[in-house]
């Protein structure tokens, strides 16, 4: 049964504590409505307190509709409701894609609730088929071990832990869970629009994989992701060590040319996440041109990264600021 599927993976990556204050995100769709209707039932085992959050990215008519549909469902359970939302069409500014901007706006205003609330954990409703489309997506793309990790169960983003509590349910296990408990969700027209990738890979690339390739190719990819995370979290740990007291400071050219390529890329890529916030858009192109400022360019060359920064070598470090010349961080 889903729940008992629920608890298992709360216990397995030690989600939830007793006690703990967890803010649901709840978009009306069948994985987050799962995510409440199943969290409610283990609330008085575990414990928790549950608050109820809903963002609406204001890129379709009638979305103000979900968070009325919510906040019914919240009120009828006699928890807390916070509704937020933004113009993800404006905030984005014709740059990035869709997709991007409205994960940014949606992790934002979750955060920050969270934080005011002094929420324990924010829970997603993210599930086995959303992990499956994520590394098949991230292998299209080129990713490295920490893009086929996919989706992590827990994860630690600016100051607060998000939790995934159905990253072991699939898809159609949650949706004979809400027809067997006669729970009618929300259903997101764009989630059939093929102009987004995971919507074309879901829809025609793992029907296909699965009927001429591999019936289980949604729990190979699991395990794909369960082996991969495993592994970067052991080369994350020497990373760690190996890199001592970098934090907020340069890289000694030395020291990295000393390491293991898979290891210096690693301590690179720590260095970038400290100043950025994340590596989400460092590429394998990013990292190959750092390689080759170590290694062969001269002093005073630097290569340029997202977000309006820049690495440069200089004397015996790697220095990482801001194009303006400051470290915004």
């Known amino acids: 049964m889903i729940i ?19 803010l649901v995100a709840v978009s009306g769709g069948p994985d987050s409505l799962a995510l409440l209707y199943c969290l409610r039932a283990l609330s008085e085992e575990l414990r928790l307190r549950l608050i109820v959050a809903h963002f609406d990215h204001r890129l379709r008519p009638g979305s103000a509709g979900e968070a009325e549909f919510v906040r019914g469902i919240a009120k ?87 939790i995934r509590p159905l990253i072991g349910v699939s898809r159609s296990e949650i949706e004979r869970y809400l027809r067997s408990a006669k729970i009618r969700p929300f259903r997101d027209p764009s989630n059939s629009d093929e102009k987004f990738l995971r919507n074309k890979l879901r829809r025609k690339l793992i029907p296909l994989l699965q009927k001429e390739y591999n019936p289980r190719i949604k729990e190979t990819l699991n395990s794909l992701a369960e082996n991969a995370a495993c592994d970067y979290d052991y080369l994350l740990s020497r990373a760690r060590q190996a890199a001592g007291s970098w934090r907020g400071k340069n890289l000694k050219i030395s020291s990295l040319l000393r390491m293991h390529p898979s290891l210096r890329r690693m301590v690179i890529r720590l260095r970038i996440n400290s100043l950025q916030g994340s590596t989400r858009r460092i590429t394998f192109k990013h990292m190959e041109e750092i390689e080759d400022l170590l290694a062969n360019r001269p002093r005073g060359s630097i290569v340029d990264l997202p977000k309006g920064y820049l690495v440069e070598k200089r004397g015996a470090f790697l220095f990482f600021r801001g194009r303006n010349g400051a470290d915004k961080k």
């Open 76 to 162: 009828k359970m006699g928890l807390p409701f916070y509704p937020g939302g933004t113009d993800v069409l404006k905030r984005r500014g014709g740059k990035g894609s869709l997709e991007e901007a409205a994960r940014e706006a949606r992790l934002d205003f979750l955060g920050k609730l969270a934080k005011k609330i002094k929420a324990d954990k924010v829970a997603l409703g993210h599930n086995m088929d959303d992990q499956a489309e994520t590394v098949l997506m991230r292998i299209l793309r080129g990713s490295g071990l920490a893009g086929l990790s996919g989706i992590a169960a827990a994860k630690e983003l600016n100051g607060r832990v998000f």
């Open 4 to 22: 008992e599927k629920v608890r298992d993976t709360i216990r397995k990556y030690a989600l939830l504590r007793a006690g703990d204050s967890v």
